[in-house]
């Protein structure tokens, strides 16, 4: 599998290196918000779909950057756009669909705060992607976010249950499980390595 | 009463300690994880992003609070990322010019700092209010706290995963390195057995304090 | 009382000190950044080029870096450009490295595949005189630390050994490789074209020669068709 190939592109963001498990970016949220397992997927839909759309923002405006040689700017410009794409996102859902909107609503300010969204933007700039490829990349790591809040919410419902350790109950336990996930997720690395 | 109002409370230790130990911003508020897991494989990588941090902290801090009356309320939080971005892209190009290896260790994860809920944090919450000087010791010592809590985590990752420390061999050739610890489920280990230690102190601490009153009770 | 009012009712009126403020902030911050791009670019370029030039003289042995120089170029199907310091504006994939008399000692070219876990990119030194790669430094590897990493595989005395003399021939046709490049398990290593891996880090190994194999394939018989120009500095 070539290193360019949008199948490897997709597999890379939503397992391989996955955000969170392999980059820690978003771990706010997913520490936060994850003690659920309906507002996990909620919170994970809203990333996607913030994620989508500010990557396609970023490259139209790395592409004016580059076009005028003010790559100086760069990081400037892209924490405003995200910005404004997240203001954009939560008018657009309110419009379109209220029921979506009472679902999402409340997780959209705390994504502008979500260090995956830049990471996503900084990356892709980074690897050179062009169009499509950000297009795929974003989408998988928007995946992965998802599925990565998703188990830690499916554990920690489990873990309510479990009698801990009292100087363990918290955020530490939660770091541990999250560890013992992310070692799970390095069984992925390899793939496409053939 | 007016006077009062003007005059805040004075600058103590306090306004520098608590940053280092009761605020911690990783060990405590649990805030800016992500940088502070993501490069702190080695001591050198965890020294350099923790220093990074600082400078933007306390710059983007003292700019705030210089602006703080001139900033209207509705465009605080747009104003607030500029001028941390703007820190942050100095620091990008500085840390570019003076070593190329650090930059490249570190990557993406120094234009990261921007999303680092820990700056802005202080931004909205205490230099907004406070006097410049205040507001920059405050930083600083939420910066130095910083810097501690990634050493914390960069020391024991790189002397348990490769047997290292900044760089010089420990343990000799015969050491069998921990590898996992520099890779990432490393970081999440690592943090949680830091926070593990921690609340074990808080909860021995309380304990003997309970039973210092149950003495006191006793005797009294 | 009459603060509290304003404060209540504020966005109508502060819209201009709004946009004022904000103005005065974006122009700081542009000077601010602007100032210190100006002041770092030079630093920056300079030590990116003595990190490229020391990668590019260390892939090709018995290089006097003092006297000798480097010259990039660009290789592709449309033909060779040779890109100076100051006007290079196209990419540059092909580094020729000229002794103190023009002649040429070697030519270094990059290459990448997927390893592990991420992307594994080389920079390897071919000589056409012999037809084989003679040296090779990771540029970059993030795979497993302690196994396949950058500074455990250049420390891999053994494994590096392999590109002292990897035979590279192109085939009658002059159209590819004689042999593919291609990467052995441990110990079985027969042919002048094979890359004994590292057990431990196949994965990484099979990386490294399947980015010099494609690379390779692709490049020495461009090279073959230009060297008559590649041959001397002018």
């Not at chain 1, 963001?13 to 309906?38: E, H, M, Q, R, T």
Request: proline fraction near 3%; hydrophobic fraction near 50%.
């Amino acid at each position: 599998m070539q290193p360019d190939d949008l199948t490897f592109i997709f597999l890379n963001a939503f397992i391989i290196n996955n955000f969170v498990l392999a980059f820690f970016l978003g771990l706010c949220p997913f520490l936060g918000v994850s003690a659920k397992l309906d507002t996990a997927w909620n919170m994970g839909l809203a990333t996607m779909f913030v994620m989508l759309v500010s990557s396609l923002c970023a490259y139209g405006v790395n592409m004016l950057l580059v076009e005028f040689n003010l790559e100086f700017l760069r990081l400037i410009c892209y924490i405003a756009v995200i910005a404004s794409a997240v203001q954009l996102v939560e008018i657009t859902i309110k419009k379109v669909s209220p029921e979506l909107f009472r679902a999402l609503g409340i997780f959209l300010p705390l994504i502008t705060t979500n260090c995956a969204i830049l990471g996503l933007a900084l990356f892709q700039t980074f690897k050179e992607y062009d169009f499509l490829q950000c297009l795929v990349y974003s989408a998988g790591a928007g995946a992965g976010f998802t599925l990565a809040l998703m188990l830690m919410a499916g554990l920690r419902v489990k873990l309510d249950l479990a009698d801990v350790p009292s100087i363990s109950r918290g955020s530490a336990i939660s770091f541990m499980l999250a560890g013992i996930l992310s070692l799970t997720f390095m069984g992925f690395a390899g793939l496409g390595g053939h | 009463m007016a006077d009062l109002h003007h005059k805040p409370t004075p600058i103590t230790m306090d306004t520098f300690l608590r940053g280092i130990w009761k605020e911690n911003p990783v060990f405590v508020m649990l805030l800016g994880l992500c940088p502070a897991l993501a490069v702190t494989n080695t001591t050198m990588n965890a020294i350099g992003m923790g220093l990074a941090t600082l400078f933007v902290l306390v710059c983007s801090s003292a700019l705030v609070s210089l602006l703080r009356s001139v900033i209207p309320k509705q465009v605080r939080i747009a104003s607030y990322i500029v001028i941390i971005a703007t820190f942050v892209t100095i620091v990008d190009y500085a840390i570019h010019a003076i070593s190329l290896e650090l930059y490249n260790a570190l990557g993406a994860f120094i234009q990261l700092i921007v999303a680092n809920c820990v700056i802005l944090g202080r931004a909205e919450s205490y230099a907004s209010k406070n006097r410049v000087t205040k507001s920059v010791v405050n930083a600083f010592g939420i910066g130095i706290g910083f810097t501690f809590a990634l050493l914390c985590l960069g020391t024991v990752r790189e002397v348990l995963g490769s047997g290292t420390i900044l760089g010089y061999s420990l343990f000799g050739e015969s050491f069998q390195p921990w590898v996992v610890m520099v890779l990432p489920p490393g970081g999440f280990f690592v943090i949680g057995a830091w926070l593990l230690l921690f609340s074990w102190l808080k909860e021995r601490k309380q304990r003997k304090i309970l039973k210092q009153e149950e003495t006191a009770r006793a005797t009294g | 009382m009459s603060g509290d009012v304003q404060s209540q009712s504020p966005p109508m009126p502060s819209s201009l000190s709004m946009i004022r403020t904000l103005g005065l902030i974006a122009m700081i911050s542009g000077l601010l950044v602007v100032l210190v791009a100006r002041y770092t670019e030079p630093i920056i370029k300079e030590k990116e080029r003595l990190a490229l030039e020391q990668a590019v003289f260390q892939v090709i042995p018995g290089v006097v870096q003092a006297t000798a120089t480097r010259v990039s170029f660009a290789l592709s199907e449309d033909g060779l450009v040779r890109l100076d310091e100051e006007t290079g504006t196209g990419e540059a994939n092909l580094f020729a490295v000229y002794d103190d008399s023009g002649m040429l000692m070697g030519i270094a070219l990059q290459a990448a595949a997927q390893g592990y876990q991420d992307v594994v990119r080389t920079l390897y030194g071919y000589d056409p005189k012999c037809e084989c790669i003679v040296g090779l430094v990771i540029m970059k590897s993030t795979d497993t630390p302690g196994m396949g990493d950058k500074n455990t595989l250049e420390g891999n005395r053994q494994f590096m050994a392999n590109f002292d003399a990897l035979s590279v021939q192109l085939a009658e046709d002059q159209s590819r490789l004689a042999h593919a490049v291609e990467t052995v398990k441990h110990g079985t290593k027969t042919g002048i074209w094979q890359v004994d891996a590292i057990s431990g880090a196949t994965i990484t190994s099979r990386a490294i020669s399947r980015g010099l194999n494609e690379s390779a394939q692709k490049m020495l018989p461009l090279i073959a068709r230009h060297l008559h120009v590649l041959k001397v500095n002018n």
